[in-house]
C-alpha cells in the first residue's frame, strides 16, 4: 500500500514532465503557425524528441481537434 509520504517524491517529476510537455506543445505551435517546421525529423529534432515520440504528440493535439497537417511540398507542417 502506497501512502502520501512515499508518494510526494514523485510530484515534482511528474510536474517537470508537465512542464516540459506543455514548453514543447508551445514551442511546436509557434512553429506550426509559422510553418516553420522543416520535416518531421527537423521538428522531432528542434523538440527534442524522438520522431516516434512525434508522431505520438501530433496524434495527441489531432484527437483534442486541432487540425495540423503536413505538406511535403512545403516541407511543413501547418494548421488547417
Known amino acids: 500500500m502506497c501512502t502520501v509520504a512515499q508518494a510526494k517524491p514523485a510530484v515534482p517529476i511528474l510536474k517537470a514532465m ?3 510537455f506543455f ?3 508551445e514551442h511546436a505551435d509557434l512553429l506550426i503557425r509559422t510553418e516553420n ?6 521538428l522531432a529534432r528542434r523538440l527534442k524528441i524522438s520522431k ?4 505520438e504528440f501530433l496524434q495527441l493535439l489531432k484527437v483534442a481537434g486541432v487540425p495540423v497537417r503536413y505538406s511535403r511540398k512545403r516541407g511543413t ?4
Open 18 to 20: 508537465i512542464v516540459k
Open 23 to 25: 514548453d514543447r506543445l
Open 37 to 42: 517546421t522543416g520535416t518531421p525529423e527537423d
Open 52 to 55: 516516434r515520440s512525434l508522431h
Open 77 to 80: 507542417y501547418y494548421y488547417n
